[in-house]
């Protein structure tokens, strides 16, 4: 079975700080791992994928998250946090030829001035 | 510019209407989704289709109903039956190809029930 924890509901930085948001999956299957970001009543943007290629993955807005089978874990990083950020963020789990998609339940990043 | 179109953005209805969102693509996908979202749930799959003319229950398919006609179209109709269908509604597409690539989303609608 697949599935997907976000261990955080909320975080809270402050500008210029780091971005840690924390993602465990479960998968019988090797899985392909996306992470997404929505903001308010808008739909869902990719930030970037893991399809079993580099484990560390860089994305979009100078995100990156890294890809710890032992773990079991892709935790999405940024070295600094900007205002734009402030956003929910999504892991994503999906399975090799199955096409179907598991959601974690969102992290919502709050960033402070 | 490829991408999702969803309308209508924002939807009222009363109580025993049914209503239907549009979903349109232009990507040249073969899948498509249906999502609902409520606040901290993440987002759940109503229906999907990998193929003109075929489709799947989700998880929480009680109460919506949809078609896949056309390639480009995934209309979801939200029935009377459905008890609690204020929400937002996510359609996305993707391609149905053996390395699993990203979904693509619209920018949703808003169904609320007076």
């Known amino acids: 079975a697949q599935s997907v924890t976000q261990l955080d509901s909320h975080v809270s930085v402050s500008e210029g700080t780091p971005v840690l948001l924390r993602c465990n999956y479960s998968?019988?299957?090797?899985?392909?791992l996306f992470w997404y970001v929505q903001h308010p009543n808008k739909g869902l943007q990719l930030l970037l994928k893991?399809?079993?290629?580099?484990?560390l993955v860089k994305g979009i807005n100078g995100f990156e998250a890294e890809f710890k089978k032992s773990e079991t874990s892709f935790h999405l990083t940024k070295p600094s946090a900007h205002m734009s950020d402030a956003a929910e963020y999504f892991c994503?789990?999906?399975?090799?030829?199955?096409?179907?998609?598991?959601f974690g339940s969102g992290t919502k990043l709050n960033v402070k001035p | 510019d490829g991408g999702i179109t969803q309308s209508p953005k924002y939807l009222f209805r009363k109580e025993g209407q049914n209503v239907t969102l549009s979903c349109e693509q232009n990507?040249?996908?073969?899948?498509m989704y249906w999502y609902r979202q409520d606040p901290g749930q993440g987002l759940r799959l109503i229906y999907y289709?990998?193929?003109?003319?075929?489709?799947q229950k989700g998880d929480i398919a009680e109460g919506y109903s949809v078609s896949r006609e056309k390639k480009e179209s995934f209309p979801l109709t939200v029935t009377s039956a459905q008890k609690n269908p204020t929400a937002f509604y996510l359609c996305?597409?993707?391609?149905?190809?053996?390395?699993?690539?990203?979904?693509?989303f619209g920018e949703g609608s808003r169904l609320t029930v007076l």
């Open positions: 996305a597409s993707g391609k149905r190809e053996l390395d699993t690539g990203e979904l693509f």
């Open positions: 998968s019988s299957y090797s899985p392909s």
């Open positions: 893991y399809t079993s290629a580099a484990t």
């Open positions: 994503v789990v999906s399975v090799y030829n199955f096409n179907k998609f598991y």
């Open positions: 990507l040249n996908h073969d899948a």
């Open positions: 289709s990998q193929i003109v003319n075929d489709f």
